[in-house]
């Protein structure tokens, strides 16, 4: 197992109309695609492209969104997690599994359409860590 | 202006040495330089690469570190900060200044020794964040 890319950092927002419009004033930076709801995590989505990585805003879909919580805490948003790339889903949660790192749930399907599945923060320095297979085609 | 590369998430920990432990484990990361002091900011600094961009994982150098209240709150550590590259600083700074984002003291000198400012996290959607002049050479 080796470090894989940094897909993405993961914003939560109480707004991704409102974090877009800031992007755009602040760094020219439109989003790579439009928003789109994702029901399985409770989130809607949207990212924006830096040259190598990408920020994946995030706004609940409804109050008993995961992230609900987070911004109750954080009201403004801010930095909820970090994504890194593994060839193989299945390898890499063996993996994490027989190191004893606490998996959160079940892998499912992410943002980018290609499994992921979350690691505890208490297993990860405190930062909530998504593990996400690589997509086939070059992204 | 555009958005640049992010070149590292930053993330504060309560020991560089047991989070390095942590990514040796789990990911079998070995941090691309030793750690180092990095007075000017009130903290110890160490890099570790993912392919396309880095983790700076950052301890409080004394109890007046600006990242020990962040400690106090978050005991474990966790996401701190992000980077993102631009050109040029000066540049950068006044375009910033323009359109009103605040900015947290002066230019100096970062981690990659390149110049560099931190924007209010209230002007960033609640993120931290750090602008960096890019080094003159690859990296």
């Given at each position: 197992m080796k470090l894989g890319r940094l897909n993405h950092v993961g914003v939560a927002t109480p707004s991704i109309e409102q974090s877009l419009a800031m992007y755009r004033r602040l760094f020219g930076a439109e989003p790579s695609s439009p928003a789109f709801d994702l029901p399985a995590q409770g989130v809607k989505v949207c990212f924006v492209d830096a040259p190598n990585s990408q920020i994946e805003l995030i706004e609940p879909l409804?109050?008993?969104?995961?992230i609900a919580r987070f911004l109750e805490k954080n009201p403004q948003g801010g930095q909820h997690h970090v994504c890194f790339e593994v060839p193989d889903i299945e390898t890499a949660r063996a993996h994490f599994e027989r190191l004893g790192a606490r998996i959160l749930g079940p892998t499912r399907i992410g943002a980018h359409g290609t499994p992921i599945f979350f690691l505890h923060p208490k297993d990860m320095g405190g930062m909530l860590t998504e593990i996400m297979e690589s997509p086939k085609q070059a992204h």
């Amino acid at each position: 197992m080796k470090l894989g890319r940094l897909n993405h950092v993961g914003v939560a927002t109480p707004s991704i109309e409102q974090s877009l419009a800031m992007y755009r004033r602040l760094f020219g930076a439109e989003p790579s695609s439009p928003a789109f709801d994702l029901p399985a995590q409770g989130v809607k989505v949207c990212f924006v492209d830096a040259p190598n990585s990408q920020i994946e805003l995030i706004e609940p879909l409804g109050p008993d969104s995961p992230i609900a919580r987070f911004l109750e805490k954080n009201p403004q948003g801010g930095q909820h997690h970090v994504c890194f790339e593994v060839p193989d889903i299945e390898t890499a949660r063996a993996h994490f599994e027989r190191l004893g790192a606490r998996i959160l749930g079940p892998t499912r399907i992410g943002a980018h359409g290609t499994p992921i599945f979350f690691l505890h923060p208490k297993d990860m320095g405190g930062m909530l860590t998504e593990i996400m297979e690589s997509p086939k085609q070059a992204h």
